[in-house]
């Protein structure tokens, strides 16, 4: 009896133990990262949305809250809020909440400026990162008002992708084509008329890369890929992309951006991406349409993981010693394969082998290209006379404000000097961008 005395004595001060340690712990979460609100809150998913056992994406799913559903929560963990649907209780990312139902949920195709007013004459709140999910409750003129992070504000809508809502504020495009408008959204419906290139349309609506319009009194779809936010050619003064080794928008650091050329395997470009992931860099990737096309899911993979993704042509042919035709071919192709992978139409084109004319501009800017991108730091990784030392000397040694930096994707011995790169570039006071970010 006196030894199991002792027993149940121990287990009741252990128990006594645990509770003031859970008690503890509780308050200093209550106090701290964790705050709860006076009341519970009403808010909607803007996504098929993973609730979770607990404030982090290491946690397991419990369910996942259909979009739009309606939700109660109660208090927030950092970016995590702890929500009730129906019978689940968990943790739920509050990017993919919002305080009303109203709205479309749309993606930023770029780092985007988000306005205290529709033009870019008014203060800047904030810039979106490219890749971000906002709500859209209404457009007007080329600008959406919409809601982000619990800012509300206006953004271009030339920037955004996914559903417009129809709220009967239209904006103008232009067709870039003789363009089909089709009695439905695909090219399966019949075409109801051709609308020329350079008229301007109203568009009330958008999704999937088809927007409704009216045109000659018919109402039909079409294609978005062949729609623009000025007319064909006035994106420059003579119409023709400009020739770039170095970003042309001012900037009073130091910043500069990598890129990569070509094509590699699935293994050395994820590679490159964890790299720049494990560092906090966003580069800029030119791969040839051909390589893309074959290997779709990699492509598609640098989108989504923030990486920009521009056009090196279909088969990386030297456009000065082409026709006229097979250079128009070699860059809509390319552009096509890119845009229908990641969603997003190229206006940057790297030319194969740096070589260009005014010839090649003038029709890259006629298909829609803004610049033809070529570097100011070439390490020449491709070349067998390299070495990762010579490669990471070479780039530290003639970086530059507004750099860009020649990198191609199947090098071994680019990836070898990449961190060492990355870091000696941050040691002397660079940041990263991609090649868009510094263009104006």
Known sequence: MRHGGRKALIARFAVSVVITMLLSVTGTLSSGRFHDVTAAEIKFTT??????????????????????????????????????????????????????????????????????GPGTGYPIIMVIPKGSQVMVDSTSGGWAHASYSGKTGYLSVAYLTGSLPDTGGAVTRYTTADLNLRAGPGTGYAILAVIPRGTPISITSSANGWAATTYGGKSGYVSTYYLSTTPPGSTTPSGSAAAIRKGNEPYSGKRIALTFDDSGTVSQIRNILDILDAYGVRGTFFPTGSFASANQSIIREISTRGHEVENHTLSHVELTKSSDAEIRRQIREGNNIIRNITGKTPYLLRPPYGSY???????????????????????ADWASYSTV?????????????????????????????????????KDRGYTFCTVEDMVN
């Open 47 to 116: 996504a098929n949305l993973n609730l979770r056992t607990g404030p982090g994406t290491i946690y397991p799913v419990i369910t996942v809250i259909p979009k739009g559903a309606e939700v109660s929560v109660d208090s927030y963990s950092g970016n995590w809020a702890h929500t009730t649907y129906g019978s689940y209780v968990g943790y739920a990312s509050n990017t993919y909440l919002a305080s009303h139902s109203d709205g479309t949920a749309m993606m930023t195709t770029a780092n985007l400026n988000f306005r205290t």
């Open 389 to 425: 030392t010579s490669i990471i000397n070479n780039v530290l040694s003639n970086a530059s404000n507004n750099g860009i930096v020649l990198f191609h994707m199947h090098s071994y011995k680019s990836q070898k000097a990449l961190p060492t790169i990355i870091q000696g570039l």
């Open 357 to 379: 004319d005014s010839r090649v501009l003038r029709i890259a800017g006629e298909e829609g290209m803004k610049y033809a991108v070529l570097w100011s730091v070439d390490p």
